[in-house]
């Protein structure tokens, strides 16, 4: 099973992938991870991808494809692969398929948490937490029974996160859709995009998607 699990900051996607990984015994394929690791591990395209990073520069998508191959490699031909955060380019995408095909693996589904950016704004603004015990609240939605006095530890001072705003949040909206417009329409082309409503309970995400998952063939 070859998946690439796509969703803004918010949809939950780091949940979703773990519970993947959980239950299907999959690998997360984060290309900035396994760059980190080669650097640290110093292997000979680790080595490279430093050299060109010191510089400033990107590393290229051949490092990056080298990285993939590797990987997919080591994990053997029954393990699973959910891709994340690659690819972001059409060229990208045609490399995916190559390796996965050198791999006898092929592309199975590209799964997109999709969320309501306003709906996401009003639950990400307002957020706040106690600064002594840390239980969540929310201007609209969960305010403290006594107001300014935490009902758990009856602290009386509250922290919030200085990127809880609206403006971070349609940001990071926009970069997370200039990132994966080049690629979907290749995907839904093929006919192997699926959409989940992320804004649901994350337990019935959960289930749409193994709801998704037990669909592909020979999932298992
Ligand atoms: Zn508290």
Known sequence: MNLILLGPPGAGKGTQAA?????HGMRQLSTGDMLRAAVAAQTPIGIEAKAIMDRGEFV???????LIDAELLAMGPEVGA????????AAQAEQLDEILAKHGRRLD?????EVDEDELVRRIVGR???????????????R??????????AGSEFVR??????????TRM??????????????????????????????????????IVAAIPGSA
Do not use: W
Not at 82 to 89: L, Q
Not at 179 to 205: C, F, H, N, S
């Open 161 to 170: 996160r200085k990127d809880d705003n609206e403006q971070t949040v349609r």
């Open 19 to 23: 519970r993947l990984v959980e239950r």
């Open 82 to 89: 959910i891709f994340d955060g690659y690819p972001r380019t």
């Open 128 to 142: 706040f937490a106690c600064a002594t015990c840390g239980t969540g609240y929310h201007d609209s939605f969960k």
């Open 174 to 211: 926009s970069e997370y859709r200039a990132k994966t417009a080049p690629i979907m329409p290749l995907y839904e082309a093929r006919g192997i995009v699926a959409r989940i409503d992320g804004m649901a309970p994350i337990e019935q995400v959960t289930d749409a998607l193994e709801a």
């Open 60 to 66: 290229s998508d051949g490092i990056v494809s080298a």
């Open 109 to 113: 589904r590209v799964i997109e948490l």
């Open 144 to 153: 403290p029974v006594t107001a300014g006095v935490c009902d758990k530890c």
